[in-house]
């Protein structure tokens, strides 16, 4: 059988995807199985986790398999993912080699890395997740790059969790025919465009009519992001707006999705985009905002500066259902990491220990 990664949710079908969150409500109902027993996973963090890197730990824990977080770069060799690249620099090893011998030990790897914010024709290919997806000969998983499927299940499965899943063709069932709103919000730093960029595709996935609220159209997300959308509204329904005016876009949501990401033409000259950014801190999500909402709930991957993006008020509020999604990332990625073996390996019942 071919080799099948998790790099994007738009590689699924929405059959493979509901199956996906359906296995995931099983998994949140009874929390251990024999899926993985006796499989490994390989968990490469580039960058900083909390979320991520616990839920998958845990995940493979209570499905009986074992987890090995790296961090290259500090308690692993630094990579070069350069090809033909005479590597006289910081870089120990090639991509090449880590992504083969890891093949060797585990049977999944799951993979972080964050664009290096220079330049976003370089970090637009995401080279460090295709490369490993290139050459290793086991499943590979995307853990956060220039997208978060993992966050697209985890929060699609909160939002069914409140409107229910959908059941037919009609709007206004479930998901489908939703009023979605993705907000941009102010945040200190430009920040990666990957939770945006799978918002808006899962959104539009799921029928939604999604609306994109940002500062100005320099915030506009990646085309290809924005190509996806228009495709998913093609194929699912619903509708895709760009708005700059958080009044109209908050009125009637029923779901209001916040992030804060650079402004794509200023990677590299952050300096350029800090002005606009700091005139624009009144996109923060507030009980204000919210009540122009029909009775509107909000959420958002985290972590999340109180205050700055969203209010105390907000996130204590009943209509936040950031905490139900950030431990449904817990569940779809048990379900994802169990339907990659059985993809792998045919659905061969796992091998049991026999106690006398
Ligand atoms: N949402 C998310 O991926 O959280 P971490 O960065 O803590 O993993």
């Given amino acids: 059988m071919a080799l099948r990664h998790f790099l994007s949710t738009q590689d699924w079908t929405r059959p493979e995807l509901d199956a996906l969150l359906d296995q995931a409500a099983l998994f949140k109902r009874s929390k251990t199985g024999h899926q993985l027993e006796g499989k490994s996973i390989a968990l490469l963090f ?35 993912f350069e090809v033909g690249s005479v590597m006289d620099g910081e870089a120990e090893e090639h991509v090449a080699e880590v992504a083969r011998v890891l093949s060797r030990y585990v049977d999944l790897i799951g993979v972080r890395a964050f664009p290096k914010f220079q330049d976003w024709a370089v970090d637009r290919e995401d080279r460090v997740i295709r490369a490993f997806a290139k050459h290793a000969t086991v499943p590979v998983i995307n853990m956060e790059t220039i997208t978060h499927p993992c966050q697209e299940l985890a929060h699609i499965q909160a939002l069914q969790e409140r409107f229910g899943k959908d059941r037919g063709s009609s709007p206004g069932q479930a998901l489908r025919g939703r009023k979605y709103v993705l907000t941009w919000t102010y945040h200190p730093r430009p920040l990666n465009t990957a939770v945006a960029n799978s918002a808006l595709q899962i959104a539009t996935r799921y029928g939604m009519d999604v609306t994109l609220l940002c500062p100005t159209p320099e915030y506009v997300l990646d085309q290809r992001y924005m190509d996806f959308a228009r495709q998913n509204v093609a194929e699912n329904g619903g509708s895709l707006t760009i708005s700059h005016d958080p009044q109209s876009a908050y009125r009637g949501a029923h779901v209001i999705y916040a992030k804060s990401w650079g402004a794509l033409p200023y990677f590299g000259r952050w300096a350029e985009e800090k002005p606009i950014r700091d005139a624009h801190q009144h996109f923060i999500v507030d009980e204000a905002k919210m009540a122009l909402t029909d009775h509107g709930v909000f959420s958002h991957c985290l972590p999340l500066r109180r205050n700055v993006k969203a209010t105390d008020a907000v996130m204590d509020s009943t209509a936040c259902i950031a905490i139900d999604e950030a431990e449904n990332r817990l569940h779809v990625q048990k379900a994802i990491m169990a339907a990659l073996i059985v993809n792998r390996d045919g659905n061969k019942a796992p091998q049991r220990r026999h106690s006398r």
């Fill in 46 to 80: 580039f960058n900083p986790s909390m979320r991520t890197r616990t839920s998958f730990e845990l995940g493979a824990f209570q499905l009986g398999g074992h987890a090995i977080v790296l961090a290259p770069g500090k308690d692993a060799w630094p990579i070069e």
